[in-house]
């Protein structure tokens, strides 16, 4: 994470390359997992939206998000503007060539580095459309990712990758290597599970939800099969994404990389263990939908630290991961009335915050710790309210929220004009009596 | 939620010995936590008038 990488060798250039193109298993099995949490009757929107929303971030990443993100040196060394206060430069915004110009001939860090940038846009744009679930709808969902592969993405992207302030926090201010984040967890998850809130925030409950009188109504998700098998699919993309971004943000030698790895592993089984072991505990048998979320959210929380810390203390973590996920889920809808049908909010921007965290506090470095929170600090005092606003600025131009038609007969019949199992009997739904 | 942050910030600069740096981002952090907590109780009323 330092403005001037070291030259890569052949060998690890080809293998972070071949993790790079496996790691889009991790996008894929969010997109299952956030069309099995959702109802049938909006699972085709879903899908194609995961899809859409991959496609609008990438093309707009490319045309407006790279260059603020300054991962291509070109001739201005990727930085856009650096402000001086207090005797110390303050990289806030990046600046490469426009359009990606000058890709085939920049130095193979920066191609990779790049590419991940590509993936992981892709990926924090998806999380806030699970959140989204049942009334978000389809184009509303697209520009809201535009937003944040235009603007938001790229800044955090710069900040914490490509030389920005909070990365050279370690030199300006001795803060041990600056805020370390070579998984992606805060520029995509947190990123991501913040969106997510204030999508939720924005477009309100789905109808039935909160009825006015008594709990909160359970609507839980279709498809079990899909949430699962999105899991094991989320495994292998996360593995691959985990050891590329230690090879890319953090230069790790290729010895260190089946650590990453088993670290990566240990946090995901704890984190399901661990929540397997609350819910058959509270209610006397294991929950398939909140075991999914730990699961992911001990991957989340891995790709903050698995590059850093040990085995022991990665199951720690995920241990931690599986114990907060199943509460926090419970406290967002009954205490707090948040309905988030794909739990993003607990499992991307907890489980992440919940990584960062302990990246800092088991590092070696004096002063790490220090730099973690000063990055945990500017995503919620900073992203997310730039985020609620650009959010709710592009509402009151394109409304989040299907109209009550839309929601009523199913996301897929009012937006696609067809259903994603037309040999289904769809269940009249009792919610609208 | 941005007051917190730029406290923050502004003891990275106004504070070199560890400790009092330290306790002032944890400080700023306990601004943005309690800005985070009148959001989502803003956000809770506004719904709860609306609900059908």
């Known amino acids: 994470m330092t403005p001037t990488a070291p030259a890569m060798t052949d060998a690890a250039f080809a293998l972070a390359l071949a993790l790079l193109l496996v790691a889009p298993l991790a996008i894929a099995g969010v997109a299952l997992i956030n069309t099995g949490l959702g109802r049938s009757r909006s699972a085709a929107q879903a899908l194609l939206g995961n899809l859409a929303i991959v496609a609008v971030a990438a093309i707009v990443f490319a045309l407006v998000g790279a260059t603020l993100a300054g991962s291509l040196p070109g001739a201005s060394g990727g930085a856009g503007h650096i402000y001086q206060a207090a005797g110390k430069p303050w990289n806030w915004i990046g600046y490469s060539p426009f359009l990606l110009g000058g890709l085939a001939a920049a130095p193979a860090h920066s191609q990779l580095a790049l590419l991940f940038e590509f993936l992981a846009v892709a990926l924090a744009a998806l999380i806030p459309w699970g959140s989204g679930a049942d009334r978000f709808r389809l184009t509303s969902g697209c520009a809201a990712a535009a937003v944040l592969a235009a603007i938001v993405f790229p800044l955090l992207a710069h900040w914490v990758w490509a030389g920005g302030w909070l990365s050279q926090l370690g030199v300006n201010f001795s803060l041990g290597a600056g805020f370390l984040d070579p998984g992606g967890a805060a520029t995509v998850h947190v990123l991501g599970g913040l969106s997510a809130l204030a999508v939720i925030w924005i477009a309100g409950p789905r109808k039935g939800k909160f009825p006015k009188e008594g709990l909160a109504t359970a609507l839980p998700g279709h498809n079990a099969v899909y949430i699962l098998f999105g899991c094991i699919v989320s495994l292998v993309g996360w593995l691959a994404w985990n050891l590329a971004g230690a090879l890319i943000w953090l230069h790790a030698p290729l010895a260190a990389l089946p650590v990453t790895a088993v670290n990566t592993l240990l946090s995901a089984s704890a984190a399901l263990a661990a929540t397997f072991a609350v819910t058959r505990i509270r209610f006397g048998k294991p929950d398939a939908s909140l075991c999914a979320n730990a699961w992911l959210a001990g991957l989340v929380a891995s790709s903050a630290c698995a590059a850093l810390v040990t085995p022991g203390q990665s199951l720690a973590v995920g241990f931690i991961a599986g114990i907060v996920t199943p509460l926090l889920v419970e406290v967002l809808e009954l205490a707090v009335s948040i309905d988030d049908p794909s739990g993003a909010i607990t499992v991307h921007a907890a489980g992440g915050l919940l990584g960062l965290f302990a990246a800092g506090l088991f590092a070696s470095q004096p002063g790490q710790l220090l730099a973690q929170l000063i990055g945990i600090a500017t995503l919620l005092g900073l992203v997310l309210p730039l985020v609620y606003l650009l959010f709710w600025l592009l509402n009151r131009v394109l409304a989040f929220r299907v109209d009550p038609d839309g929601e009523r007969i199913g996301m897929d019949l009012h937006e696609l004009g067809g259903g994603a199992y037309p040999e289904f009997v769809i269940h009249r739904d009792e919610s609208y009596r | ?52």
């Open chain 2, 1 to 52: 939620m941005p007051a917190g942050f730029f406290l923050s910030i502004a003891a990275l600069v106004l504070f070199p010995a560890s400790a009092s740096r330290t306790a002032f981002v944890l400080c700023g952090l306990a601004v943005e936590a309690l800005g985070l907590g009148v959001a989502i109780r803003g956000h809770m009323q506004a719904r709860g008038e609306s609900r059908p």
